[in-house]
């Protein structure tokens, strides 16, 4: 801060020029493709109305180190690019002139798109057009400010992208150890499993769990968050949906989303809470942990039961046909003991990886808004 606050007062004492966007950048629309014409794996990714590639292309109609914004779908959204892209017909590619600095403006942008989300027409497909960004102010101080600003930011960029990286990592480990440690044959046990399969029983969902839906709710009986007293969470089929006043589950239970393209979801929720119709509320009927289920059910793929349809389901007649291996209470224990250490790491927002990269975006964006304030030079 105090090298950027110096060369501020060295080379712009009286503040910046902020110009539209229009006049030191372009917003270039991108050129169709078809999904025929898009291949799952190549040189360069295709993006329209995501930040996802829609695909992989045999030519890039863009250059590396562009930023661009989703004009339709997730209209609103800024992106960067450090590979050479093809920008589709909805994504508008910022084309800097030599005023501007290409990774700059991706961090103004980002500083400024609560502007541009508040530009977009809400409609059957959510809109943002080209006028609405070209017309946005943005500052334009000298390029040697703007080069020390992007050194900055994008340190604090990179150690969340190494974050984000070692989550995936870990997500990977305890997919890999869930699997292996629930997989209940015979060979995994001579390769260390510690049990003796004899012992694991078969059994039905039905016959191990209680299971029943929970109850709908008014959308207008949710918060977004858990203020003015709003402080239960409210659970559906995805996990949370936000917040509501008073719970209807008193006991900690495993969700199932029974509803929708994420049927078959899995979530703990601690008590108390609220359960929507879109959730099947589970918790045993023998002695088993709760744990386990959790990480048993999680690891059962329960999508592949859903019905068929526009609107998948899974229903709790369908579902408690399901067999799941049930072994001895000692043996389930050491499974949540390792499992859980995954959990934790990969999920908790207190002091798990989650937690650390929250801190770390945090910290990214109070330096952003610092970074990017800047004194506005009279005409």
């Known amino acids: 801060m105090s090298r950027i606050e110096e060369m501020i007062e060295r080379l712009c004492p009286d503040g910046v020029e902020f110009k539209p966007l229009g006049e030191v950048a372009s917003a270039v629309r991108g050129v169709r493709v078809t999904r025929k014409q898009l291949s799952a794996s190549g040189s360069f990714p295709v993006f329209q109305n995501s ?58 942008l980002l500083n400024m798109q609560p502007y541009l989300l508040s530009r977009v027409r809400k409609a059957s497909i959510p809109r943002l057009s080209r006028s609405a960004i070209e017309k946005k102010r943005i500052p334009v101080p000298p390029m040697e400010i703007q080069q020390e600003i992007v050194r900055v930011l994008d340190s604090f960029a990179e150690l969340e992208a190494e974050l984000e990286a070692e989550l995936e990592a870990r997500k990977r480990q305890y997919a890999y150890y869930r699997d292996k440690l629930l997989t209940f044959d015979d060979v995994n046990s001579a390769n260390g499993g510690g049990y003796d399969p004899k012992l694991v029983k078969w059994m039905t969902l039905g016959e191990v769990l209680y299971m029943k839906a929970g109850e709908a709710i008014k959308s207008e009986e949710i918060a977004d968050s858990n203020d003015s007293g709003m402080d239960i969470p409210c659970y559906g089929g995805n996990g949370l ?114 937690a650390e990269i929250e801190a770390r975006r945090k910290q990214y964006e109070y330096y952003r808004d610092k970074l990017l304030a800047f004194k506005e030079k009279a005409a």
Do not use: M
């Open 51 to 108: 930040l996802q590639p829609l695909g992989y292309f045999d030519k890039a109609n863009f250059p590396a180190n562009t930023t661009f914004i989703i004009g339709a779908g997730a209209a609103g959204q800024i992106g960067y690019s450090d590979t050479d892209y093809w920008g589709a017909d909805d994504c508008y590619s910022v084309v800097c002139s030599e005023l501007l600095n290409g990774r700059f403006v991706y961090h103004c």
């Open 241 to 354: 949906r936000g917040y509501v006043e008073l719970p209807n589950q008193f006991e900690d239970a495993v969700l199932i989303g029974r509803q929708g393209a994420l049927c078959g979801n899995v979530k703990y929720a601690r008590a108390p809470f609220y359960a929507t119709e879109h959730a099947v509320v589970v918790r045993p009927k023998t002695k088993s942990s709760l744990r386990f289920l959790f990480h048993l059910l999680s690891a059962a793929k329960l999508q592949k039961y859903k019905t068929a349809g526009a609107q998948p389901g899974l229903s709790v007649s369908r579902l408690s046909k399901v067999l799941i291996p049930i072994p001895p209470l000692a043996e389930q224990q050491r499974i949540v003991d390792i499992l859980d250490r995954f959990d934790s790491l990969t999920t908790s927002l207190t002091d798990g990886l989650p």
